[in-house]
């Protein structure tokens, strides 16, 4: 079992920035890649960013050049920098980590409101 907890989100106005956190707990030797997903109202929850062990990230077109995923491994924690944020970045965002064999492990979801 993996336990990961989120942190960092909040209100922001658009062009701002915030940084997102997540600690994983618990199977942590098992964790292979790591990620977020958001879900806004009313829509189905997207990937946002991913970063693999060996630290490849891969994003969504409509975060690309804006986002920057990044993990410290001896802390086993992964962190989302957002940048230049659009009032459709507005969204709860969830910490994803895939582990072999514990599967995937999702955090509770933290909210993001960027303000036009």
């Known amino acids: 079992q993996v336990q990961l907890v989120e942190s960092g989100g909040g209100l922001v106005q658009a062009g701002g920035s915030l940084r997102l956190s997540c600690a994983a707990s618990?199977?942590?030797?098992?964790?292979?890649?790591m990620g977020w997903y958001r879900q806004a109202a009313g829509k189905q929850r997207e990937l946002v960013a991913l970063?693999?062990?060996?630290?490849?990230?891969r994003y969504a077109d409509s975060v690309k050049g804006r986002f920057t995923i990044s993990r410290d491994n001896a802390k086993i924690t992964v962190y989302l920098q957002m940048n230049s944020l659009k009032p459709e970045d507005t969204a709860v965002y969830y910490c994803?980590?895939?582990?072999?064999?514990?599967?995937?492990?999702w955090g509770q979801g933290t909210q993001v409101t960027v303000s036009s």
């Open positions: 994803y980590a895939i582990g072999v064999p514990s599967g995937t492990s």
């Open positions: 618990g199977s942590i030797n098992s964790i292979r890649t």
């Open positions: 970063i693999t062990s060996g630290g490849s990230p």
